[in-house]
């Protein structure tokens, strides 16, 4: 995987990530969100966003809150080609494994995405209207 931190990369690192710990998926999410989003001062960062919700998810665990939002994320990275090159299949693997996490709890956005992918068939086989409604009926 790419560091865009390295030091003999053209982009210097900010304070950010000099205050976050190192390995904690939780600060690396919101380092993630503050790089896609470009809050608090922090430029919008594409491949900064991909790269810190995929550390997320590295060092995540699955009863962790923020491992399926990361996966989210990712997903909707690969759908829209932010920071990497888009993949839809890719994008419907991570969006459709945030839906629900190991200990049962749902991600509604994430069902309401997966949703969306069976509606548009976006990175599915098939259009499939049915799972769509079933997707979006459990994220309600």
Do not use: R
Request: net charge negative; charged share 15%; glycine share 8%.
């Amino acid at each position: 995987t790419h560091n865009p931190f390295d030091s003999s990369s053209s982009s210097s690192s900010s304070s950010w990530e000099q205050i976050s710990t190192p390995g904690d998926p939780k600060e690396q999410y919101i380092l993630a969100c503050y790089y896609y989003f470009g809050l608090d001062n922090i430029p919008k960062s594409p491949e900064h966003a991909f790269y810190w919700f995929k550390k997320s998810l590295e060092n995540g665990n699955q009863d962790n809150e923020y491992y399926s939002l990361a996966q989210m994320y990712l997903g909707c990275c690969y759908e829209y080609g932010i920071g990497i090159s888009q993949d839809e299949q890719l994008a419907f693997q991570f969006i459709s494994k945030s839906s629900l996490s190991s200990s049962g709890n749902k991600n509604a956005t994430g069902l309401c995405l997966e949703g969306l992918c069976y509606l548009f068939g976006f990175g599915v086989d098939h259009v499939d209207e049915q799972k769509a409604f079933q997707c979006i009926f459990q994220a309600a």
